[in-house]
């Protein structure tokens, strides 16, 4: 059975931990292939709600085998510290999968994120400062840590020890701070290293035999399309390859093995952190979408910008990822609008864009081409079948499958798994 990926289709927090927690169910395995607890996955489950930053949001049903993989980055203690809130909770994580070659955020990883972002001043990049940029450089300079080595105290050691070597010279030299001690890391490393190792293995032999077995595996992407490292709005992206493309390299499986693409994307869209952002709105309707979307972000409690669907930018997901099919997500946020504004293109003074533009200073200077569409005012949190959608609400769901070329197979109208319908 070819696998599935769930895919951010822009700037992260589209609803891809709802979207992977309703599909789970009929999932074998849901597998995290980048990224690591920059992300910040809301599921809400009847009336209780769960934020997972590195553990798959398939692990709150319990037929699933969660797994992260290789071209994840681990921080240690959020891994068991997730790991404990959960069985708290009454959820079983001892199902927990985990690659013996995915990278360590280490403490130095964190220390320089914040004092990076700093430096920056007004051109930071306004990361979560959880380590995940200087974890992928160290992992990019070949001087990473992996979880293997956890597992081998003296190579831990040697390898700790090096890459303090240069990170203190740069947290003192360059950034004036205090240098860190590589005993007390190593020690504290090593202490929960004995606590992971139940989970480590080699995940790329798990998920080829999974794959073999005809299970169905589900891979759940972190961030979005316009956060990739080399398809994004760089430098204001994250520091891997969320789009479908990271799949393969990420767990280690060849791309013959995927054979369908959800794309994640929100009925308007949102972004946290800094950067270009063609459709945001400083307005009133701006402050709208943000309160009743709730819009703040899930790691780091910052207020998510808002603006107008981007069809402009969706149609480039669909094609950089191969989206065969969307999640259109929140739909009940655009409730009780006079009108809606769908960008179609975009205009500068040099030109007009039906594509999203080569040069990224278009994206700065040039204003939204907007198709204005009639809203609705009924409240459908509570609709479960397509057909009882107010007509312009399907009218809009429908223009927005035209504009972007491929099908809106789902519509989220709530937080909770229920409220889901498939069209
Ligand atoms: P992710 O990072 O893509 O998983 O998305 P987040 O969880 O960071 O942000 C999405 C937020 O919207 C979460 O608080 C979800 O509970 C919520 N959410 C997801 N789908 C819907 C929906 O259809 N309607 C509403 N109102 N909220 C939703
Ligand atoms: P989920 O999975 C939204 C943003 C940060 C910052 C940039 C780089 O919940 O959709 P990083 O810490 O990764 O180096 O920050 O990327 N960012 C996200 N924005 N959702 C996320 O994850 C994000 N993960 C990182 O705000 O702009
Ligand atoms: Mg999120």
């Given at each position: 059975m070819p696998a599935t990926v769930v895919v951010g289709a822009?700037?992260?927090?589209?609803?891809k931990g709802k979207i992977t927690d309703h599909m789970a169910e009929s999932a074998d395995f849901v597998v995290r292939y980048q990224g690591g607890n920059n992300a910040g996955h809301t599921i809400v489950v009847e009336d209780e709600r769960f934020a997972l930053t590195l553990i798959p949001s398939g692990v709150l049903n319990d037929t699933v085998t969660p797994v992260i993989g290789n071209g994840c980055v681990i921080d240690p203690a959020v891994l068991l510290e997730e790991m404990a809130t959960l069985k708290s909770r009454g959820i079983d994580p001892s199902g927990v999968r985990i690659s013996n070659n995915a990278h360590l955020i280490m403490p130095y990883h964190r220390r320089l994120d914040a004092v990076m972002e700093r430096f920056l001043g007004r051109q930071q990049i306004g990361t979560t400062k959880r380590g995940i940029g200087p974890a992928y450089t160290d992992k990019f300079a070949r001087s990473g840590i992996r979880v293997q080595d956890l597992f081998d105290p003296k190579i831990f050691r040697q390898k700790l020890e090096v890459a303090l070597r240069e990170k203190n010279l740069m947290l003192t030299k360059a950034y004036n701070q205090l240098p860190m001690e590589p005993g007390t890391i190593a020690d504290e490393y090593l202490e929960m290293a004995e606590q992971i190792k139940p989970y480590v293995t080699d995940t790329s032999l798990l998920i080829w035999n999974a794959l073999r077995a005809d299970k169905n595996v589900l891979f759940e992407g972190a961030q979005g399309t316009l956060l990739d490292i080399d398809h994004g709005t760089y430098p204001f992206v994250t520091s891997s390859n969320p789009t479908a493309g990271g799949v393969g390299a990420g767990?280690?499986?060849?791309?013959?093995?995927?054979g369908r693409v959800v794309g994640v994307a929100k009925a308007y869209i949102s972004r946290v952190g800094s950067g270009p952002f063609p459709t945001e709105l400083d307005d009133k309707i701006g402050e709208r979408m943000v309160e009743i979307g709730g819009e703040f972000g899930t790691v780091t409690g910052r207020r998510r910008r808002c603006g107008w669907l981007d069809t402009v930018a969706l149609r480039y997901a669909v094609r950089i990822n191969g989206i065969s099919e969307i999640a259109f997500t929140k739909l009940d946020v655009l409730s009780h609008f006079d009108s809606l504004k769908i960008a179609v293109g975009y205009r500068s003074h040099e030109a007009t864009y039906d594509e999203f533009p080569r040069q990224q200073r278009v994206l700065y200077d040039c204003e939204p081409i907007y198709q204005e569409v009639p809203g609705w005012s009924e409240d459908i949190t509570a609709i479960r079948n397509y057909e009882d959608l107010p007509k312009n609400a399907r009218d809009y769901v429908e223009l927005v499958e035209d504009l972007v070329g491929v099908p809106i197979a789902t519509v989220s109208v709530g937080p909770a798994r229920s409220a889901t319908i498939l069209k």
């Open positions: 822009q700037w992260g927090d589209e609803g767990i280690g499986i060849g791309p013959m093995e995927i």
